[in-house]
């Protein structure tokens, strides 16, 4: 079975050091995978996405993700976090062949002055 | 312009009782998604139309559940029998097509709380 699994349900970080959110995938397939952000409440908005093109995908707002094949991960980075940065993250799969998205139990991000 | 909608915003509701909660997508979008999303969890996938018919419903918990597009616009998630446990924040999000990797834009969600 496709999943997600984000590694850490916390992240702290100070402000202007770098971000890293992890999430690892399970897939016999090539998966199509995604990082969306959630803000306090606002709407669910998508960062980036990884559909089998190049590897190193870089998304909105400074945030990028690898795929690593080898590893079965897909981790979030950002080279300097800033506030406005705090939120929380989901690593997302999308079942080969379906339509259905499978999301993972989320990270969420504090961002330290 | 205008994002996708979603009411009402809260909805409280006795144990038992049927509710009904809305979704306007986005104009032109003919992909729509309905999520269930409990507390500290992600979001859990329900329902998938494209056009007026539902694609894909595997996720929909048990047959109290049921949505409708029947225009091919608006959705409407309906649940009938309320039980204590359906108690979450329900999303509704909706894409440019049916492709499958197209950017799904969210509501800001239905909070549903059943006594």
């Known amino acids: 079975a496709q999943s997600v699994t984000q590694l850490d349900s916390h992240v702290s970080v100070s402000e202007g050091t770098p971000v890293l959110l992890r999430c690892n995938y399970s897939?016999?397939?090539?998966?199509?995978l995604f990082w969306y952000v959630q803000h306090p409440n606002k709407g669910l908005q998508l960062l980036l996405k990884?559909?089998?093109?190049?590897?190193l995908v870089k998304g909105i707002n400074g945030f990028e993700a690898e795929f690593k094949k080898s590893e079965t991960s897909f981790h979030l980075t950002k080279p300097s976090a800033h506030m406005s940065d705090a939120a929380e993250y989901f690593c997302?799969?999308?079942?080969?062949?379906?339509?259905?998205?499978?999301f993972g139990t989320g990270t969420r991000l504090k961002v330290l002055a | 312009g205008a994002g996708v909608s979603q009411t009402p915003s809260n909805k409280v509701t006795e144990k038992g009782k049927y509710v009904e909660l809305r979704c306007d997508p986005i104009?032109?979008?003919?992909?729509l998604y309905w999520y269930r999303q409990s507390l500290g969890q992600g979001p859990e996938f329900l329902i998938y139309?494209?056009?007026?018919?539902?694609?894909?419903d595997s996720g929909l918990p048990n047959d109290r559940f049921f949505a409708v597009r029947p225009e091919g616009s608006v959705s409407t998630l309906k649940i009938q029998r309320t039980e204590r446990g359906d108690s979450a924040v329900y999303l509704c999000?909706?894409?440019?097509?049916?492709?499958?990797?197209?950017?799904?834009?969210f509501g800001p969600g239905t909070r549903l709380t059943v006594l």
């Open positions: 139309f494209q056009g007026t018919g539902a694609a894909d």
């Open positions: 997302v799969v999308r079942i080969s062949g379906t339509y259905k998205y499978i």
């Open positions: 897939s016999s397939y090539s998966p199509s």
């Open positions: 104009s032109g979008h003919t992909a």
């Open positions: 990884y559909t089998s093109a190049a590897t």
């Open positions: 999000a909706s894409s440019l097509s049916s492709g499958g990797i197209d950017t799904q834009y």
